[in-house]
């Protein structure tokens, strides 16, 4: 008996043994989120703080988005991502400085994005030290080493643009053919010289004449400029200027009796604002801008994932902000700069910054602008190269509605080196 209990133990034990061997391993728990930090210098004081108080919000409710599907898939982990603000006024150089500092000391970022201020000189040397990607605008482009700056792209071609915007409005209005180029002037340069072979590349493609007058930074009263501008025969006026300098001069253009259409390098504001700057919605008409939204565009195919995500941050936005339509010019420069950094990431499975920057040098990442191909011959003296859609809208009564776009395929603009006109 007692040997028969051993034997019918030793096979229960045997039994289990196999059991035990051929059951699966247990699950592993999925591993929890990591943290990526992403940071945005933009104007929140000064004369173009309105730009960044518009932009935030919009970029604020894309990391919401990306986060409340669970994060950011980079190789087998998601991120979530967490984003930080630091003032950079457009004109100060020291503060755009001190908040990359900030941004990179304090809030140890990966990146920092959407920064379209003129301070590159200042602020790409302490990116680069750190290995921080550096996304920031073409304005300061003459300033750029490649061998220096490795870490620095450049996705918002706020210079190359200018140009493709400004023809998409000339040619909404056929009957002009005299366009006036305006901005603030630092310093003594010669605008005209250095631009000459831009305005005759102008013409010969477009048959569209330009003449120029700037203005000293900090100017309000732009009536003696917008009467100079008549004598030299200007039937549209594009402008560099703030949205504040945009009002004034469409609302003393108004009390001069002209009704040129004004155009902005820069997307309108809220026309309620607009209007505000402009006094009246009479000398608001026919201001023109940026109208970059992914769900208007007319020449530029976006990825399907990049217009559902366009759709849902209008949503939200909307919802959040009472039926309002996000800024345009977030689409511009927000949402899409930071977009640009994160398919960095994702398309190289890693958030090294070398890796990032091997796949963005001569990459092409999908955005909510279309398709950017960062390679060429020539720009900045490294591969970079990109498209942007240079649509423009109209203000019509109280509204802004679509005008036009004339995109932009490549930042090495056919009709001029402007890198070389940048560089003098």
Same mark, same amino acid.
């Given at each position: 008996?007692?040997?028969?209990?051993?034997?019918?133990?030793?096979?229960?034990?045997?039994?289990?043994?196999?059991?035990?061997?051929?059951?699966? !391993?247990?699950?592993?728990? !999925?591993?929890?989120?990591?943290?990526?930090?992403?940071?945005?210098?933009?104007?929140?004081?000064? !004369?173009?703080?309105?730009?960044? $108080?518009?932009?935030?919000?919009?970029?604020?409710?894309?990391?919401?988005?990306? /986060? #409340?599907?669970?994060?950011?898939?980079?190789?087998?982990?998601?991120?979530?991502?967490?984003?930080?603000?630091?003032?950079?006024?457009?004109?100060?150089?020291?503060?755009?400085?001190?908040?990359?500092?900030?941004? %990179?000391?304090?809030?140890?970022?990966?990146?920092?994005?959407?920064?379209?201020?003129?301070?590159?000189?200042?602020?790409?040397?302490?990116? /680069?030290?750190?290995?921080?990607?550096?996304?920031?605008?073409?304005?300061?482009?003459?300033?750029?080493?490649?061998?220096?700056? !490795?870490?620095?792209?450049?996705?918002?071609?706020?210079?190359?643009?200018?140009?493709?915007?400004?023809?998409?409005?000339?040619?909404?209005?056929?009957?002009?053919?005299?366009?006036?180029?305006? @901005?603030?002037?630092?310093?003594?340069?010669?605008?005209?010289? %250095?631009?000459?072979?831009?305005?005759?590349?102008?013409?010969?493609? &477009?048959?569209?004449?330009?003449?120029?007058?700037?203005?000293? =930074?900090?100017?309000?009263?732009?009536?003696? &400029?917008?009467?100079?501008?008549?004598?030299?025969? +200007?039937?549209?006026?594009?402008?560099?200027?703030?949205?504040?300098?945009?009002?004034?001069? #469409?609302?003393?253009?108004?009390?001069?009796?002209?009704?040129?259409?004004?155009?902005?390098?820069? @997307?309108?504001?809220?026309?309620?604002?607009?209007?505000?700057?402009?006094?009246?919605? $009479?000398?608001?008409?026919?201001?023109?801008?940026?109208?970059?939204?992914?769900?208007?565009?007319?020449?530029?195919?976006?990825?399907?994932?990049?217009?559902?995500? @366009?759709?849902?941050?209008?949503?939200?936005?909307?919802?959040?902000?009472?039926?309002? $339509?996000?800024? +345009?010019?977030?689409?511009?420069?927000?949402?899409?700069?930071?977009?640009? &950094?994160? $398919?960095?990431?994702?398309?190289?499975?890693?958030?090294?910054?070398?890796?990032?920057?091997?796949?963005?040098?001569?990459?092409?990442? =999908?955005?909510?602008?279309?398709?950017?191909?960062?390679?060429? /011959?020539?720009? &900045?003296?490294?591969?970079?190269?990109?498209?942007?859609?240079?649509?423009?809208?109209?203000?019509?009564?109280?509204?802004?509605?679509?005008?036009?776009? =004339?995109?932009?395929?490549?930042?090495?603009?056919?009709?001029? /080196?402007?890198?070389?006109?940048?560089?003098?």
């Amino acid at each position: 008996m007692k040997r028969k209990f051993i034997y019918i133990a030793l096979v229960v034990v045997l039994v289990l043994s196999i059991i035990t061997s051929c059951a699966a !391993p247990a699950a592993k728990a !999925p591993a929890p989120p990591k943290i990526l930090k992403i940071g945005s210098i933009m104007p929140f004081s000064g !004369p173009a703080s309105m730009w960044g $108080e518009s932009i935030k919000p919009v970029m604020e409710i894309y990391r919401d988005l990306i /986060n #409340a599907d669970g994060g950011w898939q980079v190789g087998d982990d998601k991120y979530i991502i967490e984003l930080y603000f630091a003032d950079g006024p457009i004109f100060s150089v020291q503060a755009d400085a001190a908040a990359a500092r900030t941004l %990179i000391y304090d809030k140890q970022v990966s990146a920092i994005v959407s920064y379209f201020g003129v301070g590159y000189s200042a602020v790409a040397p302490i990116c /680069n030290a750190e290995k921080v990607v550096f996304n920031t605008s073409t304005i300061s482009m003459g300033a750029y080493s490649a061998s220096r700056e !490795p870490y620095s792209i450049f996705g918002f071609p706020a210079i190359e643009m200018s140009i493709n915007q400004a023809m998409a409005v000339m040619q909404a209005f056929p009957q002009y053919k005299t366009l006036c180029w305006t @901005a603030t002037k630092g310093g003594n340069v010669d605008i005209e010289k %250095i631009y000459a072979p831009v305005d005759e590349e102008i013409q010969k493609k &477009y048959g569209v004449r330009s003449i120029r007058l700037y203005y000293p =930074e900090g100017t309000t009263n732009f009536t003696p &400029y917008l009467i100079k501008m008549a004598e030299m025969g +200007a039937e549209v006026l594009f402008s560099f200027g703030t949205p504040l300098e945009i009002g004034l001069m #469409a609302r003393q253009r108004y009390q001069l009796g002209y009704k040129w259409p004004v155009a902005a390098n820069g @997307a309108i504001l809220d026309t309620k604002i607009v209007k505000g700057l402009a006094g009246s919605e $009479e000398a608001m008409q026919n201001i023109c801008g940026d109208f970059c939204y992914p769900w208007l565009l007319k020449k530029v195919q976006i990825a399907p994932r990049y217009l559902d995500m @366009a759709n849902r941050i209008r949503e939200a936005y909307k919802q959040k902000y009472e039926g309002k $339509e996000p800024y +345009a010019g977030a689409f511009g420069v927000g949402v899409t700069m930071m977009g640009q &950094y994160l $398919e960095g990431v994702r398309m190289a499975g890693s958030t090294d910054p070398d890796q990032v920057m091997k796949v963005l040098r001569g990459g092409t990442v =999908e955005t909510f602008l279309g398709k950017y191909t960062l390679s060429g /011959n020539e720009t &900045y003296g490294s591969p970079v190269v990109f498209g942007f859609p240079c649509a423009m809208s109209i203000i019509k009564g109280n509204e802004s509605v679509y005008l036009n776009e =004339e995109p932009l395929w490549d930042v090495d603009h056919p009709l001029v /080196n402007v890198t070389d006109l940048i560089k003098e």
